[in-house]
């Protein structure tokens, strides 16, 4: 007899999360990432009905269709899948939201719409899939390709990198992460904890295209991820249930090589035990300081950079009732007109 599929809650096996078959090249770093999100999907039970995939342009936008096949999706312009993600959590605010981007799709045509997203703290999880070269138009460096970077038909790079990571902390991001497509455990950790974050999740993951930037000397490369990672500490997602009060998160002083339980507002804990004793996640500050250092000194430290208190998000700011605008019938969206002329009195 064969040996029988293992499945989650929902009585799905992990196949039944999986997307279409990937047009990406052989090894890239992209599929990586999309295979942890289909494990990510099925260890948590996600109701994929509920689930929106949404992307811009890129390499790195193809992806969606490479995971949780059941789901909704939504391929939008190069830059502009922030207002598009935005839109449909204003008409559902009870969907879970994935958006997936690149380096080009973010930090470039798309920074204006990435920095106000964040802003506006519009619930959803912002993978950016980091590789520093315009894949899909034949490798050109990207903004944040590397200071004094060759590559081999396009010479020699000569502007600094952007870290959209302390981007999104100077933001306002309230979960902000970095990570390694190689390192499927961590990933796929981050990725458990910012679908459980009340609020925008943003997560640098540095994938290698090993087509136009693998070269061992980029620091977007394959083996210098695997050489010169720096991981600030261990990282598991213990499960739990839905906590209707949403108590305050709040965490306690812990010092190194010791863990700390930070419970999210599912009920669920992420528990850290921390490797590098001079970074806290809590500390806002800190993280700056983490990720500047790692700038100047070429680090590449990995781990949840920096978390926060969740604050509102852009749903609970403008006031909108709790059933989602999407499903409410029309007498409550349109206006009597007896109520309408009260309106328009107003202004006469």
């Not at 936008?61 to 959590?89: C, D």
């Amino acid at each position: 007899m064969g040996r029988t599929a293992r499945v989650n809650k929902l009585g799905l096996t992990r196949e039944d999360y999986k997307g279409g078959k990937s047009t990406l090249c052989p090894g890239c770093g992209h599929d990586s990432i999309a295979n942890q999100i289909t494990s990510m999907g099925y260890e948590l039970g996600l109701e994929q009905h509920r689930v929106v995939k949404v992307s811009g342009i890129g390499c790195s936008s193809k992806t969606p269709a490479y995971f949780l096949g059941r789901s909704h999706g939504f391929n939008t312009l190069h830059g502009r899948m922030p207002s598009v993600a935005t839109g449909i959590l204003l008409g559902n605010r009870t969907l879970t939201c994935i958006g997936v981007s690149g380096d080009g799709d973010t930090g470039s045509i798309g920074m204006g719409q990435f920095k106000h997203v964040i802003r506006r703290n519009v619930p959803f999880i912002y993978i950016i899939e980091n590789n520093g070269v315009y894949g899909l138009t034949k490798g050109q460096f990207s903004a944040t390709a590397d200071e004094g970077q060759n590559l081999k038909y396009y010479g020699q790079n000569l502007f600094p990198a952007i870290d959209l990571a302390l981007e999104a902390i100077i933001s306002g991001a309230t979960f902000v992460a970095r990570s390694f497509s190689g390192d499927a455990k961590q990933v796929q950790a981050l990725l458990q904890a910012a679908v459980k974050h009340k609020g925008i999740a943003v997560l640098d993951i540095i994938s290698p295209c090993v087509t136009f930037n693998n070269d061992d000397s980029s620091t977007k490369s394959y083996n210098y991820g695997k050489e010169h990672q720096i991981a600030l500490h261990e990282i598991e997602i213990l499960g739990g249930d839905y906590i209707e009060g949403k108590p305050e998160i709040t965490i306690d002083e812990y010092p190194e090589g010791q863990t700390i339980d930070v419970t999210l507002h599912d009920g669920s804990l992420l528990r850290l035990r921390k490797l590098d004793k001079d970074h806290d996640p809590r500390n806002r500050a800190q993280a700056i300081m983490a990720l500047e250092r790692a700038q100047r000194e070429n680090l590449f430290i990995t781990g949840l950079i920096y978390y926060e208190e969740p604050r509102l998000t852009l749903a609970e700011i403008e006031n909108l009732v709790e059933e989602p605008l999407a499903t409410l019938p029309a007498d409550k969206l349109r206006p009597s007109r007896e109520a309408l002329a009260k309106i328009m009195q107003q202004f006469s």
